[in-house]
């Protein structure tokens, strides 16, 4: 079975083809949220590299959010497309629950957050012992100071974007630790990982019906695109 899998949600974008096995090719690419301008080139790139084509994958998984506003309704609009054309299935993602994965067998709980802007993060809890992400708080937008508060005296790690936008104020939390760099932005290997699981246990997307996971309304101004 292959997955082809995009991760839209952040600014630094990924695409990848997976086998239950391995990665087979994968691409980066950082565009400020423009992932328009990339993001077919990319693919094809990813399918060029692995020497097949659209009609070789069995599904499309992609990153479902929370995120960028633009990048999670580009990402899924592309999803829908690909899946169209090719009359192949959506399996849709979670970003956090992706991001979470990248922190597998740990002891303490995994806290993802993501930067959402206006001071807040889009946080979720996870218990990653087992190697597979399962949730211990629901997703939600909140002040990283009161998420802090609440783990305060529990040791967890902190993993996503967010981690260096709030840095300074993590430090003063002792049982708080921040996870490497390299596992501050979700990836599309992690997401098409995960889209296997969701696969097997037939958890597909309806492709009329599906909407990006984003917590809260954009706050648009007149003239002002959403982030």
């Keep these: 079975m292959l997955i082809l899998a995009l991760e839209t949600a952040t600014p630094a974008g990924s695409i990848a083809l997976v086998d239950e096995e391995k990665i087979i090719s994968n691409r980066y690419f950082d565009t400020g949220l423009q992932h328009s301008q990339r993001l077919f080139v990319e693919i094809e790139d990813v399918f060029k590299a692995a020497a097949c084509a659209l009609s070789d994958i069995d599904a499309v998984a992609v990153s479902i959010g929370p ?25 849709a993602v979670s970003t956090a629950e992706a ?41 939600r937008a909140m002040a990283p100071e009161v998420l802090l508060q609440e783990r305060a005296g529990q040791k967890t790690i902190f993993v996503g974007d967010a981690v260096s936008t709030y840095r300074d104020l993590i430090a003063n939390h002792p049982e708080a630790l921040p996870a490497p760099f390299y596992c501050v932005r979700p990836e599309a290997g992690s997401t098409g990982w995960l889209a296997f699981a969701k696969m097997k246990a037939g958890e597909t997307a309806d492709l009329e019906t599906i909407e990006p996971e984003y917590l809260r309304k954009p706050n648009l101004k007149v003239g002002a695109k959403p982030l």
């Excluded at 960028?68 to 959506?90: H, Q």
């Design 67 to 91: 995120g960028s506003f633009t990048g999670l309704r580009i990402g899924l609009s592309a999803a829908k497309g690909l899946c169209l054309v090719g009359d192949k299935a959506l399996v």
């Design 99 to 139: 991001l979470a994965t990248r922190m597998p067998f740990v002891q303490y709980p995994v806290c993802v957050i993501l930067d959402a802007r206006r001071q807040e993060v889009y946080t979720a809890l996870y218990d990653t012992s087992s190697g597979y992400p399962r949730i211990l708080s629901s997703l």
